[in-house]
């Protein structure tokens, strides 16, 4: 019986993901600022980051279409975004310490962004602009 349960849920688990996303409530599936986060299966427009206390980006990856957005919402704990070592077309970097706040970016070129948080070491995150 148990075998059977576990079975169902791991074929059903791609339908809720696909149907989460189109409703635009996905949530990563491998936790976040997981570098193998495969990120909404389909690229949006816009989207909101968490900026934890628990010191994570959540969700730790987005696929973005060009022009989008990624507004960063901070909560009670202080945070920047920096772009390090991203290719040309980044947004401008986050670097005042803000908590309780949102800022919104916008990302107009193609490529493969990773920020990090210079005040907590390893807490880090990916905007994928397809
Ligand atoms: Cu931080």
Do not use: W
């Not at 968490?50 to 022009?67: H, M």
């Not at 706040?101 to 990302?107: E, I, N, R």
Request: proline share 10%; charged share 10%; aromatic share 8%.
């Amino acid at each position: 019986m148990r075998t059977i349960l576990r079975g169902a849920s791991r074929l059903l688990a791609p339908f809720m993901i696909a149907a989460l996303g189109a409703c635009g409530g996905y949530s990563s599936p491998t936790g976040p600022s997981d570098p193998n986060d495969p990120g909404n299966p389909t690229p949006v427009r816009d989207a909101t980051v968490q900026a934890t206390p628990a010191e994570q980006f959540t969700p730790g990856r987005i696929n973005l279409t060009v022009g989008g957005t990624v507004t960063y919402a901070f909560g009670s704990l202080a945070h920047n975004v920096f772009f390090d070592n991203a290719p040309t077309g980044a947004p401008a970097n986050i670097t005042a310490p803000s908590s309780n706040k949102s800022v919104t970016l916008t990302f107009n070129t193609k490529g493969t962004y990773v920020y990090n948080c210079h005040i907590h070491p390893g807490m880090r995150g990916t905007v994928v602009v397809q």
